[in-house]
T-cell receptor, first 113, second 116 residues
Framework: AQSVTQPDIHITVSEGASLELRCNYS??????LFWYVQSPGQGLQLLLK??????LVQGIKGFEAEFKRSQSSFNLRKPSVHWSDAAEYFC???????????FGTGTRLTVIP | GAVVSQHPSRVICKSGTSVKIECRSL??????MFWYRQFPKQSLMLMAT?????????EQGVEKDKFLINHASLTLSTLTVTSAHPEDSSFYIC????????????FGPGTRLTVL
């Protein structure tokens, strides 16, 4: 069965500190992996996606994620967090041959000065 | 590009009434649109997939007679919650695939429905 696990419900980091948000997935087919960010009152915005090729993908706003097949993980990282990064982050998995996206439960990021 | 809008952003209605939510792709053609429901502090749950000009495909457990979906054009899909009840209160989000790039979904800002 397909599933996405984001083990951290809430993370608090200081502005300027590094960030890593965890995502583990279970998917029967070749996975396509996504990270979305949702700010209060806003829709989901695509940060980055992995389909194939280089396992380290770069996204918008200085985010990157690394696909590790052996660990079934797709963790999101940012070297230096800005206050504007405070939001809810969702990891999702899908496949080209199936339109469904399966989302994790999200990680809320709080950034303190 | 790839902007998706939803209207209204927030709606409050009385129990027993019907509510229509619109989802539009503003700058691209969307052959496929998706409707999700998000409960507080929970993930998005896919409700249905709609293709332009054909009937929507509903996920297991979603009542198709309660959640009517119409995808009348390449830029518009509507979700109508019929005979709404308080348990239908939720955040409804639509997304769309671009016609020539079906690998990524672009999301609307969501509609907060409150049924009194």
């Amino acid at each position: 069965a397909q599933s996405v696990t984001q083990p951290d419900i809430h993370i608090t980091v200081s502005e300027g500190a590094s960030l890593e948000l965890r995502c583990n997935y279970s998917y029967g087919a070749t996975p396509y992996l996504f990270w979305y960010v949702q700010s209060p009152g806003q829709g989901l915005q695509l940060l980055l996606k992995y389909f194939s090729g280089d396992t380290l993908v770069q996204g918008i706003k200085g985010f990157e994620a690394e696909f590790k097949r052996s660990q079934s993980s797709f963790n999101l990282r940012k070297p230096s967090v800005h206050w504007s990064d405070a939001a809810e982050y969702f990891c999702a998995v899908g496949a080209l041959e199936a339109n469904n996206l399966f989302f994790g439960t999200g990680t809320r990021l709080t950034v303190i000065p | 590009g790839a902007v998706v809008s939803q209207h209204p952003s927030r709606v409050i209605c009385k129990s027993g009434t019907s509510v229509k939510i619109e989802c539009r792709s503003l700058d691209f053609q969307a052959t496929t649109m998706f409707w999700y429901r998000q409960f507080p502090k929970q993930s998005l749950m896919l409700m249905a997939t709609s293709n332009e000009g054909s009937k929507a495909t509903y996920e297991q457990g979603v009542e198709k007679d309660k959640f009517l979906i119409n995808h009348a054009s390449l830029t518009l899909s509507t979700l109508t919650v019929t005979s709404a009840h308080p348990e239908d209160s939720s955040f409804y989000i639509c997304s769309a695939n671009r016609d020539s790039h079906t690998d990524t979904q672009y999301f609307g800002p969501g509609t907060r429905l409150t049924v009194l």
